[in-house]
């Protein structure tokens, strides 16, 4: 074998050097899902703040309001008082009407949850009154109650009660049979049972109930305000609208979207110093 032919063998053998090396590492945007979770909504937010303000530029500003408008009449109502004093009260009405109707609802939901009879007997009207557009049952309330604070209240707790009622009783009827009976071997009162059973395994579902009860107590304090005494945000936003003050107007309804966002702010904080080991997905609600 001449040296020629040696020499092409060695370059055909294998390497047995070792692996092969690794190709070389490519830089990449740390885009995890943690970083979408952040930047995303801002993102969104942004674009849609940036979108609003090109188009609103190009509108009658009574027909939309750029954001800048906007926020230069939060500062205006801000100085001047009128959104500060509009803010708490409207805060008082839903506080009020709201507290009442969680309440009332939890004491009934749980009562028609333990009571076969009760529910049979109130399920009718709680059905009625939650398909009803209560809405329409403003003028009726005013005869009732009179022009003021109390009437919309009145209108605050009609409109939220119903959810509250349903949602506890579903519950509050969803116990586990296991958890019942072994309070049956250990001579549980009703009210032990209520307490320490059937109450924990419906907290899901009160606070289930007490959020979407929020939304619509909402909606009776505007409609109450716009509709009845001209105060507070609806009294706001009843009177720019009717003034053609469309920059004013927004930041009277974004106020009375905070007002709700602060409300189930503070549902989300009691429900974890309350019922800490609940959790609000497995609650099927019902609206």
């Known amino acids: 074998m001449s040296l020629t032919e040696d020499t092409s063998l060695a ?62 009449s939060f500062v205006d109502i801000i100085a001047n008082g009128e959104l500060g004093a509009a803010f708490l009260r ?67 707790f009609l409109l939220a009660v119903w959810s509250i009622i349903i949602n506890t009783a579903e519950g509050t009827r969803n116990t586990p049979a296991i958890l019942l009976d072994m309070a049956k071997v250990y001579r549980a009162g009703e009210w032990s049972v209520v307490r320490h059973v059937a109450m924990p395994n419906a907290v899901p579902y009160i606070f289930a109930g007490l959020r979407i009860a929020l939304a619509k107590a909402l909606i009776g304090v505007i409609i109450g305000e716009m509709d009845i005494s001209l105060k507070g945000l609806g009294g706001l936003i009843q009177n720019y609208g009717d003034s053609f003050q469309t920059a004013p107007l927004l930041a009277s309804i974004i106020s009375s979207s905070i007002v709700g966002v602060i409300g189930t702010i503070i549902l989300e904080v009691l429900r974890r110093k309350l019922a800490p080991w609940s959790s609000s997905a497995s609650a099927h609600t019902r609206v």
């Not at 692996?19 to 995890?32: E, G, H």
């Not at 398909?131 to 022009?147: E, K, R, S």
């Open 11 to 72: 370059s055909s053998a294998p390497d047995r050097a070792g692996p092969p090396a690794a190709p070389p590492r490519k830089f990449r945007i740390p885009w995890n899902a943690k970083v979408r979770r952040r930047v995303l909504p801002v993102a969104s937010v942004v674009v849609f703040l940036g979108v609003w303000q090109i188009f609103g530029a190009q509108v009658n500003p009574i027909l939309l309001a750029t954001p800048s408008a906007v926020a230069a």
């Open 90 to 156: 409207a805060m008082e009405v839903l506080a009020v009407g709201f507290g009442l109707s969680a309440v009332v609802g939890i004491a009934v939901g749980v009562w028609m949850g333990r009571r076969e009879t009760v529910s049979r007997v109130l399920n009718p009207y709680v059905s009625f009154f939650q398909a009803t557009p209560l809405i329409a049952l403003t003028p009726l309330v005013v005869i009732w109650t009179g022009i003021g604070f109390t009437s919309e209240v009145t209108i605050t």
